[in-house]
Every structure is written in C-alpha cells, then in structure tokens.
C-alpha cells in the first residue's frame, strides 16, 4: 500500500509560478512510476507529467512542455512539480500518483492517489 501527500497548491497570476510537492510512504515498489495529473470542473482528467525513478524516463502533456518539470528526489521519495509560466487554463485540482510502472497520460492504468491540491491561475 502507498500513501501519497500532496501540498504547494495554491493561487496565483498568469504568467506565475507554483511548485507541488508529493510525499509517498509504503511500498515503494509500488511507487517506481509517480506522476501529475490534473482535472478541472466538468472535464476529465488528464496527465501532467510522470517520471520512472531514476529519472530514466519521463512523460509530459503536449499543453506543458517547455513549462512544467518533473524531478524526484529517490531518497526522500518524493516528486516535486515546478510550473511556470501559469496559464489561467492550468487552473484545476492536481493529483499525485503511483504505480509500478508508468503510463504516460493514461490515469485510470495508475493504482495509487493523493487527495489533490487545487492550482487557480487568474488572468
């Protein structure tokens, strides 16, 4: 069993920056792929960007490339999300998640979940 914690959330103006913070707990195995995902009211949700340990592979959304990065820190099993460059359509409830392996932007392959912290961009 894992146990994701998210925190960073939060408020701020377009053209800003925010990072997120997801601290797992747990088997560890469990937690070899971890990502970002993110849904907004009345829309589905969709991947952010997800990171195998050790940084060998990575996966980012078409929408955030160039302004979002993924980084790990394999001895605190944490994933961190820096996101600059906000864009009012970035505002939406963001989600941690595990599972052993990774699949790009496909959420319902992920086994584990944070409880979400919500970004809002303002224009």
């Known amino acids: 069993q894992v146990q994701l914690v998210e925190s960073g959330g939060g408020s701020v103006q377009a053209g800003g920056s925010l990072r997120l913070s997801c601290a797992a707990s747990?088997?560890?195995?469990?937690?070899?792929?971890m990502g970002w995902f993110h849904q907004a009211p009345g829309k589905e949700r969709e991947g952010v960007a997800d990171s195998l340990i050790g940084g060998v592979r990575t996966y980012y959304a078409d929408s955030v490339k160039g302004r979002f990065t993924i980084s790990r820190d394999n001895a605190k099993n944490t994933v961190y999300l820096q996101m600059n460059s906000l864009k009012p359509e970035d505002t939406a409830m963001y989600y941690c998640?595990?599972?052993?392996?990774?699949?790009?932007?496909?959420?319902?392959?992920?086994?584990?979940w944070g409880q979400g912290t919500q970004v809002t961009v303002s224009s």
């Open positions: 998640a595990a599972n052993p392996f990774c699949a790009g932007g496909r959420w319902s392959v992920y086994k584990y």
């Open positions: 747990g088997y560890t195995y469990s937690s070899n792929c």
